[in-house]
């Protein structure tokens, strides 16, 4: 059974940088397309990022050029870097894995809130 397990989130000030890690565990790690998430308060969850098991990367329109995310296959982990922050990034964001054959899993989240 697949894990993941999120962590990073915190409290940052606009403009600032945050780094969020997910830890794969359960399952075969290089045959899942990995991605971050994010719901809001009153809002759908939406993508932030996906990268896939070849290692392209996909980003929603509002982090373009702030996000990046990367996949660390012998360390069995995906991770967020995120700069610039806005406030309305401030969410809770989800770790993800899917594997058309084998499943959609997903952590438990991890809050983002960006303030001063």
């Known amino acids: 059974q697949v894990q993941l397990v999120e962590s990073g989130g915190g409290l940052v000030q606009p403009g600032g940088p945050l780094r969020l890690s997910c830890v794969f565990s359960g399952a075969r790690f290089p045959i899942y397309n990995m991605g971050w998430y994010r719901q809001a308060p009153g809002k759908q969850r939406e993508m932030v990022a996906r990268?896939?098991?070849?290692?392209?990367?996909y980003y929603a329109d509002s982090v373009k050029g702030r996000f990046t995310i990367d996949r660390d296959t012998a360390k069995n982990t995906v991770d967020l870097q995120m700069n610039s922050l806005k406030p309305e990034d401030t969410a809770v964001y989800y770790c993800?894995?899917?594997?058309?054959?084998?499943?959609?899993?997903w952590g438990q989240g991890t809050q983002v809130t960006v303030s001063s």
């Open positions: 993800n894995a899917n594997n058309v054959g084998k499943g959609d899993y």
């Open positions: 990268i896939s098991i070849f290692g392209s990367t």
